[in-house]
């Protein structure tokens, strides 16, 4: 098939973009889809190029706008606006879509919580959650891979690292779901005032909480928020509301959204690649190495956005002022030029932490060092006490979730046996 015969947006395509993903290194790797107003970007070298160009690119619309040309249409009943309103008082550019200089400001405050010094000392405490979450199933021979286990690891460590109680996350993010894991997926009309709902009501939750820290200081990200002063031109003033929200609700996911759905895909890597299981089970240091490689080739971001502030030429492609580009940086990840058999998943692949799944740059994953350490110490749990995975047959085949900027499976039924 030739690119022209693909819709980025065709459930089938979300649902396996690979073929799409090397037409568009072979045809076009800035691929401009005059009918949607943006350009694809697909290579490597190129995604590199514009990542660490923040001033010709701008993050502004990082997750993109809130219709895609081709997506369904929004409802426009008026309680729904309403509610959207409210619920966007978090879409202020903190982290995520805010530009040079600001965005190093917010970061900074951010950085100390998700420091790699302070995320290594975390290991005894996310191994206690992995084993406990294990003991939950290792009995049963069968689990629902992504629910009982890939969604509550990174859930339990995001809530107690911002500073709220873990049932009490769950709860909200279990009615608000909807809405975050497909940040731009389309829902019928009566569950997105139920999603804004639930999300306003977490929203009014954390500020109360951030108030009770103003008086009750504690070791959490929170109270970092809540009593941070932020440097501006005209002197330091505190974080507002909106500011305090938009970075907590991009903690919550990134933090939890995207460790789960790499946990849950290297999970369907190995029931895919036995003979890759059995590697890292008889060598257990090599699962830093396949975590690096789970990331490469089942990149959780499968992309996000830019917009170029002046003419750019890229890759050749002359692109106008305020042009919106697509980052595939799962694409990326799959271009032959720069990893050799891309679509291999090779545990032992020598350059597989050279990926773009955390992104580079100025926006490079501020939770990078914590997402490593929860996949690595999952998988060394997992492998010292569970082994020969399958699919459990009692359930229709895995499907991920028709999202364009998320890759991650919906569920995942498996059968094991139990080693230890
Ligand atoms: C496997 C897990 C993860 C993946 C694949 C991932 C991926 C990414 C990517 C691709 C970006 C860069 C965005 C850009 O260039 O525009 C990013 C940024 C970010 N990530 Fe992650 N992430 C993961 C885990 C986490 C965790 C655990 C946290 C927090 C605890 C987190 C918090 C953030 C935040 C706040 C940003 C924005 C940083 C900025 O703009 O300065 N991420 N992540």
Redesign the pocket.
């Known amino acids: 098939m030739s690119l022209a015969d693909y819709d980025l947006l065709d459930p089938e395509t979300l649902e396996c973009p690979y073929p799409f993903y090397e037409a568009l290194h072979r045809e076009a790797p800035v691929y401009m889809i005059p009918q949607m107003g943006m350009a694809v970007v697909s290579s490597f070298d190129l995604i590199h190029e514009v990542?660490r160009d923040p001033a010709t690119y701008s993050?502004a619309l990082?997750t993109g706008p809130q219709n895609l040309p081709g997506e369904i249409e929004r409802s426009t009943d008026e309680e729904l606006q309403e509610l959207r309103r409210v619920n966007a008082r978090a879409n202020v550019p903190t982290?995520?879509?805010?530009d040079p200089p600001h965005?190093a400001r917010?970061?900074s405050l951010?950085n100390k919580a998700?420091s790699a010094r302070r995320v290594a000392a975390m290991e005894g405490y996310v191994r206690e959650i992995v084993t406990e979450l294990i003991d939950g199933f290792i009995d049963d021979g069968q689990v629902n891979f992504t629910s009982q286990f890939a969604d509550e690891l990174?859930m339990a460590?995001?809530a107690d690292?911002i500073g709220v109680p873990r049932t009490e996350l769950r709860d909200f993010k279990r009615r608000a779901d909807f809405a975050i894991g497909g940040i731009e997926r389309q829902v019928p009309p009566e569950q997105e005032r139920a999603v804004l709902q639930a999300g306003i009501e977490l929203q009014e939750y954390f500020l109360m909480r951030a108030a009770e820290r103003r008086q009750h200081p504690q070791d959490d990200i929170l109270t970092t928020l809540a009593t941070a002063e932020l440097e501006t031109e005209d002197g330091s003033r505190p974080l507002n509301d909106q500011e305090i929200l938009s970075?907590l609700q991009?903690?919550q996911v990134?933090?939890?959204e995207?460790?789960a759905?790499?946990i849950g895909s290297a999970m369907l890597l190995f029931i895919e690649h036995p003979e890759q299981r059995v590697k890292v089970q008889q060598d257990p240091s090599l699962i830093a190495n396949m975590t690096e490689e789970a990331?490469r080739v089942e990149?959780?971001?499968r992309a996000?956005f830019?917009t170029t502030t002046r003419e750019v030429t890229l890759g050749g492609v002359a692109l106008p002022k305020r042009t919106l580009l697509m980052?595939l940086?799962a694409a990326a990840n799959r271009d032959e030029c720069a990893f050799e058999n891309a679509a291999q998943f090779d545990v032992e692949r020598e350059n597989a932490g050279d990926h773009?799944?955390?992104?580079?740059?100025?926006?490079?994953?501020?939770?990078?060092a914590?997402?490593?350490l929860?996949?690595r110490v999952a998988f060394e749990e997992v492998l010292r006490r569970m082994t020969n995975f399958r699919l459990d047959p009692a359930y229709p085949a895995p499907r991920h979730e028709p999202s364009y900027i998320l890759r991650g499976l919906q569920e995942l039924h498996i059968l094991f046996d139990k080693l230890a």
């Open positions: 990542v993050s990082a982290l995520l879509a805010a965005h917010y970061r951010v998700l990174p460590v995001i690292q970075i991009q903690l990134a933090g939890k995207t460790t759905h790499l990331l990149s959780p971001v996000l830019r980052l940086f773009l799944a955390f992104s580079w740059g100025a926006h490079y994953c501020i939770g990078a914590l997402a490593r929860e996949i």
